[in-house]
């Protein structure tokens, strides 16, 4: 698959972007001071296609150059996405796998273990699939079955001569990320029995539309999904959408049910969706041209609050260094002279400095140990999360500000 295309990623349709974010470097890329020199910048431009419908970028880096032995997220470090993972884990048991013998099931992305953790527990046979070998360790380290390679049609063929076919197929926050997804449909459509089912979930463009959440698009997230887009790739490669679950994950996400057609039912849930992404103007250009004036505006009032809490004398500090916010800062031009550091759990962010805008990243302890007098949410997704552990900083006096203007999803 090439790096920037003119053409759609799905069907082929020529397509041009609707918008820029202008150059953006690596969303997790975290560096040291020694690095900036070298660092890697892309144009962060995304683009829709009228034909299938699907929302994608131009222009992403390679893969292994986001997805390597030093991949910064672990998904563990939520407390709320373990209790997501473990209720999802518990729907595929109940309502998937409980008439099959000796279910198999596999996971693309699996990252640290967090959802296969649930099956292994209960000796059933999984198979995680993660090319980022430090998350992988973690999981094999728990006794998760992993390998180490990017999920595609030939490791699909692999799985199957090694394994046999899968009853189910998973991954979450996975999909949107991989640019050669006809390759990915294909290998899942050989890799499932007959009546095996793929449920997958992933940040929905019906969201971030509502909520101008623009920081959904970065390096990683060559698309944005929304029901049609999905109905068309897998329907090109034997798979139906049966089922769509609207989840609070990750700002707004979409969990998609898929099974060869014709092999179970279909929801009526996937008429609906169909009827309200037409209504929402999901297939419009109007609609992204509307998009990229909110970004505007929503860059203008962020960089005016900011600036004014400078003004008065506040001092600010980032709360989260989530890879969304790689978008945020670069986009709107907020380095250290507006934020003094990024306050951040992962032991592998701490002591490096953010991608592109170079704002030190430090360890939880130094704002704790030190209150400033506001925050800002970049990690607004795991709002409820942070709002229950930060009843201190609130107490204090400090004042949250939110990256984006509206009321988001909680998680
Ligand atoms: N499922 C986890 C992790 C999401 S992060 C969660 O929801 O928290 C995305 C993960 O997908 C990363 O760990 C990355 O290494 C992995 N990934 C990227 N490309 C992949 C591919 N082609 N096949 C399988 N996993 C991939
Ligand atoms: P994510 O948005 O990609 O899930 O990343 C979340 C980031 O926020 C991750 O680097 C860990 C950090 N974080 C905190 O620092 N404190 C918290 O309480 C939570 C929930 C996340
Ligand atoms: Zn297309």
Known sequence: MELKVNNCRVCSTSIKPFMTFGKMPIANGFLTAEQFKGEYYFELAPAFCNKCGMLQLIEQPEPEMMFHENYAFFSSLSKHMQIHFRDFANQVKNRVLKDCEDPFVVELGSNDGIMLGNFKDDGIHHLGIEPSENVADVARSKGIQTVSEFFNLKLAEQIVADHGHADVVLSANVMCHIPDINS????????????????????????????????????EHVFIFSATSVAWLFGQHG????????QLTHGGSMRYV????????????????????REQGLDKAETYDL????????????????????????????????????????????????????????PLKQGKFSPGMHIPVKPYETFTENYPDTALLLAWNHQTEIMEKEKGFTEHGGRWL??????KSKT
């Open 402 to 407: 939110s990256p984006l203007p509206e009321e």
């Open 239 to 246: 798979l139906e959408l049966i089922d769509v679950l609207p």
């Open 258 to 277: 898929l099974a060869p057609k014709g092999s179970h039912p279909i929801s009526e849930n996937v008429g609906n969706i169909f009827i309200r992404e």
């Open 291 to 346: 998009f990229r004036k909110n970004c505007e505006a929503s860059k203008e009032r962020l960089v005016n609050l900011l600036k004014e809490e400078k003004k008065v004398g506040r001092r600010v500090v980032g709360y989260g260094a989530t890879s969304k916010s790689t978008t945020i800062l670069n986009y709107c031009g907020i380095g250290p002279s507006l934020i003094e550091f990024i306050s951040d759990t992962t």
């Open 184 to 219: 990915v449909a294909e290998g899942i459509s050989l890799l499932l029995k007959s009546d095996g089912m793929l449920i997958f979930e992933d940040p929905y463009l019906g969201d971030m539309l509502i909520k101008t959440s623009y920081d959904q698009i970065y390096d």
